[in-house]
């Protein structure tokens, strides 16, 4: 009797052998239904064989086979198992997560029957005036003998569901589904909407990715903030959409980019299906579906779009490729845009990464030759570079977080009819709530950190392990009623500008005032209409928005990130700084940029405001080989979690040896740790850690394959919850 083994979707990295009954059939990528201790869980067939571990008589077998065919296109299946084996996460978990979430419980893996009433023989035949004593169903018969009423469209068409129903008892109508017609958009298919005419640099960067069109390319999309990358986009899709294939395009955060949604809709007459974790479990299968079936043209979605199956894929484009939102940091630590350069080399297609503000590993693919670098230099229409100024903070009166040269150049801005931009990264009233009398502050016991005041909820909220809880009445250290917020927030900064600007309306976009559905929606478009003259907020408001109206720029506190013992966040600055200088002066107007800090005279500043991002790239990359840090290097992080702060850092210590002590390991690979993590303690855990690292990529992921086949012989390895993060972005 043939053998499935069958993924599940636990944390154990090995599949399970199960016997298929000779009436049942199953593919690898079918779904089956399978008992797994004392109930029946939903399982993938990786392969089936004649052979097993275990003997023959000891398994068990194959309850059902859901699928007749596989639910995974052959490429997603393909980069799906390569990915468990990069990552070395469990084969189960992987499968599983590109899913969605009912056909991880085993619902039907096609589009639900559309179901209608008809007229019976009966009912044809029949006497309406037999009806008479009931108007309604008289209604609901003369328009069934008119033809078939499609059950969403009974309300619409004024019959009545209760007369339909008394009619099917008489015999007189029936209900009956037939599966819904696939739509082929590429009949009627065409471009519609404001065209842009390309410049040199954009027609050019759209002919080349064209011309290689028909296999595998990389092209990195570096293009100035208000370049016209979009545009760009949308010529590419143009080409391939003409030609019958499907594109994804993948956004780093689906509720900041409205206007490229509406964007993509308004140019092709073509669907396009948005996947993102705002969905309902049945939005999500409904667009996945139509991706696989061919239904949908484009699929614009976040992280986990990547591994949606496209019935012919033609293009792939990585918006904002640097942003780190692409990483997933619980769970199955993948990166998306690494895996969609792996599936677009399986698919043989092109794709394109486009930034800014690019992540320094893909400048240093462009250096090795793996990728193409294209330039937009020139911002488009007439929007001219801003100009930036830096504000020393030393000796300044600082009011409300302003200095008193920033709020006079405000005032200047909105008198001239423009809108402002205040940027903090740090969300909720104040960073910190402090007992004037004692020095106490408000501390979350389950991490490391001071809890953030919420002056509209009046409650302190972690922003680590979302912990909340109510505002002390009085200090819990020495009782006394002077408790204070100490430091600026977004809200608090909202609420601190309506002295200096009482006319001038004012909006606050952060993760607090969006997080009702649609509500970043109606924000942005009042902004848009004029209605709000001053926008704070944080670095939402850094990613791919359009404010033609915004002249001014202001990034009030960016110290901390100057002086982080993190080697990848001046990284992370100079990109953030880059996008938040670009929503200035973008159609036409000059634009300014005001940057607050204490330490004008910072090299990383220096090189930003007098060189720009290229020339701090450069720089940056240099440095990383002379330190042998990643790109040049691959790193990998093993952390642990316990309770008492003891035995996650013996585990660790165990596993180091265990490493030193293996044939597989060279002189080149490098060690740290144990060590307590950046975050040392989260949600109540203690989190420690070390680092693996090497110059070979492959070779490093031997000595990982290796060393995780006997971690679990470790003594302390039962005792403490443990990760692996390849490529980690965070350390």
């Known amino acids: 009797m043939p053998v499935a083994h069958v993924a599940l979707p636990v944390p154990l990295p090995?599949?399970?052998d199960y016997l298929l009954p000779d009436s049942m059939s199953a593919k690898a990528g079918c779904r089956v239904t399978v008992p797994f201790g004392k109930q029946q869980r939903v399982g993938i067939v990786v392969s089936v064989s004649d052979k097993s571990e275990l003997p023959l008589n000891e398994l068990k077998s194959v309850v059902e086979v859901l699928d007749s065919e596989p639910v995974y296109s052959t490429s997603t299946w393909r980069l799906l198992l390569w990915a468990a084996d990069y990552y070395h996460h469990p084969i189960g978990d992987v499968l599983f997560h590109a899913l969605p979430i009912m056909l991880r419980q085993g619902k039907s893996a096609s589009h639900a029957p559309m179901w209608y009433w008809f007229a019976t023989e009966q009912g044809q035949a029949v006497d309406i005036n037999s009806l008479k004593r009931s108007q309604k169903q008289q209604q609901a018969l003369a328009a069934l003998r008119q033809g078939k009423i499609w059950r969403h469209q009974v309300d619409e068409l004024e019959v009545s569901e209760t007369a339909l129903q008394a009619l099917r008892k008489k015999g007189l109508s029936e209900l009956a589904s037939e599966a819904p017609a696939l739509y082929d958009w590429r009949e009627s298919f065409s471009v519609s909407g404001d065209r842009l005419r390309l410049n040199t640099e954009q027609a050019t960067a759209v002919g080349a990715i064209h011309s290689a069109s028909d296999h595998f390319s990389a092209w990195l999309l570096a293009g100035v903030t208000g370049s016209g990358k979009t545009e760009v986009y949308l010529s590419v899709l143009e080409n391939v959409l003409a030609q019958g294939k499907q594109a994804l395009v993948m956004v780093p955060e689906i509720g900041l980019t409205p206007q490229t949604i509406a964007r993509f809709r308004e140019r092709f007459n073509a669907p396009v299906e948005v996947l993102h974790s705002g969905l309902n479990d049945s939005e999500r299968l409904s667009a996945w579906l139509k991706a696989k079936n061919g239904e949908a043209a484009i699929v614009i979605g976040t992280r986990s779009s990547l591994f949606t199956p496209f019935k012919n894929l033609g293009v792939i484009v990585i918006d904002e490729e640097h942003d780190s939102s692409y990483k997933q940091q619980e769970g199955w630590r993948y990166h998306a845009r690494d895996l969609a350069v792996y599936r677009a080399h399986s698919e043989q297609i092109?794709?394109?990464?486009?930034?800014?503000?690019?992540?320094?590993?893909?400048?240093?693919?462009v250096r090795q030759r793996k990728y193409h670098m294209l330039r937009l230099t020139r911002r488009a229409g007439n929007a001219?570079?801003?100009?930036?100024?830096?504000?020393?903070l030393k000796g300044q009166q600082v009011q409300a977080g302003l200095a008193p040269a920033l709020i006079t150049r405000m005032r200047q801005h909105l008198q001239a009819g423009n809108q402002v931009i205040l940027f903090l990264n740090r969300r909720g009233f104040s960073p910190a709530l402090l007992c004037h009398d004692c020095g106490w502050i408000a501390e979350c016991p389950r991490c490391d950190h001071y809890y953030t005041f919420h002056q509209a909820q009046r409650h302190l909220r972690c922003h680590h392990c979302d912990s909340q809880r109510p505002v002390p009445r009085q200090c819990p250290s020495c009782g006394s009623t002077h408790i204070v917020p100490v430091g600026l927030g977004t809200e608090q900064l909202?609420?601190?500008?309506?002295?200096?600007?009482p006319d001038v309306p004012i909006s606050r976009i952060d993760r607090d005032t969006t997080s009702r559905k649609g509500a970043l929606e109606q924000q942005l478009a009042e902004v848009h209409?004029?209605?709000?003259?001053?926008?704070?907020g944080t670095q939402m408001l850094a990613k791919g928005h359009h404010f033609p109206d915004v002249t001014l720029v202001a990034l009030l506190d960016v110290d901390g990130a100057l002086f982080s013992a993190d080697f990848r966040s001046a990284e992370r600055f100079a990109q953030l700084y880059t996008q938040v200088a670009g929503r200035a002066g973008r159609a036409g107007k000059q634009g300014e940029v005001v940057l607050q800090t204490h330490h004008p005279e910072h090299p990383l500043l220096q090189t930003l405001l007098h060189k720009g991002y290229d020339a701090f790239a450069?720089?940056?990359?240099?440095?990383?080989?002379?330190m042998q840090l990643p790109p040049w290097t691959s790193h990998v992080i093993i952390r642990a979690e316990d309770h008492n702060n003891q035995q996650a850092p013996l585990f660790l210590q165990q596993l180091r040896n265990l490493l030193?002590?293996?044939?597989?390991?060279?002189?080149?690979?490098?060690?740290?740790?144990p060590v307590p993590a950046l975050a040392p303690k989260r949600g109540g855990r203690f989190r420690w850690q070390i680092l693996l690292q090497h110059p070979s990529r492959i070779r490093l992921q031997h000595i990982v394959s290796g060393t995780l086949a006997l971690i679990n012989t470790l003594p302390e390895a039962r005792k403490v919850k443990w990760v692996l993060d390849v490529d980690p972005i965070e350390g």
């Open 14 to 16: 090995r599949t399970f």
């Open 350 to 365: 092109p794709i394109i990464l486009g930034s800014a503000t690019p992540a320094l590993e893909t400048l240093h693919n």
């Open 384 to 392: 001219r570079p801003a100009i930036q100024h830096v504000l020393d």
């Open 494 to 501: 909202e609420q601190a500008l309506g002295p200096f600007f």
């Open 529 to 536: 209409r004029g209605g709000a003259r001053i926008l704070i």
């Open 618 to 626: 450069e720089q940056a990359l240099a440095e990383r080989q002379t």
């Open 660 to 673: 030193q002590a293996s044939p597989l390991v060279d002189n080149q690979l490098w060690i740290l740790g």
